[in-house]
């Protein structure tokens, strides 16, 4: 494979990406080359080119990328060219370590992860390693199955993690909240939207999608949740959160990075109540989240720019101003 092709590189924690031309990578050992249809714009590429989380500079963010396989490296099977597939997050895990052997290999001691330690999808081409690669239902547009890959699967992972109860608070009504409220009230959940309190914007579209109550995070629900899922890195929101959530009650924080949690009366944890974080994706969230039972019944909405546009994206992005999920088109 000859030819060049545009990437959007963060040189480093400048919080910006800049355009480059380079050759078309080849597929190596194991690897798809892929062109790239779309990439979602997720919260963690602001932590990658802020300098919040480990990156491997210069980089290209992006992990939520849905592509066509154009070449298959050495050893590849169970994909052909041409194949629309998607490359999440967890682009690689050792397979060896403790963690891998335990089947909990989001928790990998050397992992690999998409457009932060390995270049990603700001770019019109991507080489994946195969075995974290998905098949991507039919009937999604290729925008719409972007998210799905970071957002959609982060909120399965941390859904599940929530427990089986039915009163469902969600802080932070981003790409993550939008796809997973649908899912719970699919699912018969209720679905409790918090926003920041001058987002009445927010509150609104969470309402538009079915969600049984919106308010601001600094506000207490009407009933007490089973279980609450903070998408928003704002330490501040536990403690408020677990004033939400009734006796035995869960608190998943979802965010690769979130400020500093400020301290609270021991009282608002007594009775049971659980503080858990939900830490990467294994391939298990992903072949059980991408089926048209579960992912099919989604509808993301999105907010295409070109990939050029990838530093007005993150703007967008990083001043709340992204309704649903912003996503770049090569
Ligand atoms: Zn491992
Ligand atoms: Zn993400």
């Not at 963010?61 to 099977?77: D, T």
């Not at 050397?110 to 457009?115: K, L, R």
């Amino acid at each position: 494979m000859t030819g060049q092709m545009i990437a959007m590189v963060c040189d480093g924690p400048d919080g910006s990406v800049r355009e480059e031309r380079r050759d078309v990578p080849v597929s190596g050992r194991g690897e798809l080359l892929v062109e790239v249809l779309a990439c979602g714009v997720c919260r963690t590429d602001l932590h990658v080119v802020d300098g919040e989380i480990p990156a491997n500079y210069p980089v290209v963010p992006g992990h939520e990328i849905v592509g066509r396989v154009i070449a298959l490296g050495e050893g590849v099977s169970g994909f052909a060219p041409g194949q629309r597939v998607g490359i999440p997050w967890l682009g690689k895990a050792c397979g060896t370590c403790e963690y891998c052997r335990e089947g909990r290999e989001n928790l990998c001691d050397h992992p690999e992860f998409t457009g932060a330690t390995r270049d990603g999808g700001y770019a019109t081409h991507a080489v994946a390693d195969a075995r974290f690669c998905f098949p991507l239902p039919e009937g999604l547009s290729d925008t719409e199955a972007a998210p799905l890959l970071c957002a959609g699967l982060i909120g399965w992972r941390a859904y599940r993690m929530a427990g089986p109860g039915r009163r469902l608070g969600l802080y932070g009504f981003g790409a993550a909240a939008h796809i997973l409220a649908q899912l719970a009230i699919d699912q018969g959940r209720e679905v409790y939207a918090f926003t920041r309190a001058d987002d009445a914007a927010g509150r609104d579209f969470a309402l538009s999608l079915g969600c049984h109550w919106a308010g601001s995070s600094e506000e207490l629900p009407p009933e007490e949740l089973d279980a609450a899922i903070l998408f928003a890195p704002v330490g501040a929101l536990v403690p408020a959160a677990l004033k939400a959530v009734r006796k035995g009650g869960r608190v998943v924080c979802a965010g690769i990075h979130m400020s500093d949690i400020p301290s609270f009366p021991y009282a608002d944890l007594w009775g049971e109540r659980e503080i858990v974080s939900v830490a990467n994706l294994t391939r298990e969230d992903g072949t059980s989240f991408l089926t048209p039972e579960i992912a099919g019944k989604v509808k993301s909405h999105v907010v295409p720019f070109p990939l050029a546009d990838a530093n007005e994206a993150l703007r967008r992005l990083r001043e709340g101003e992204i309704e649903g999920a912003a996503v770049l088109v090569p």
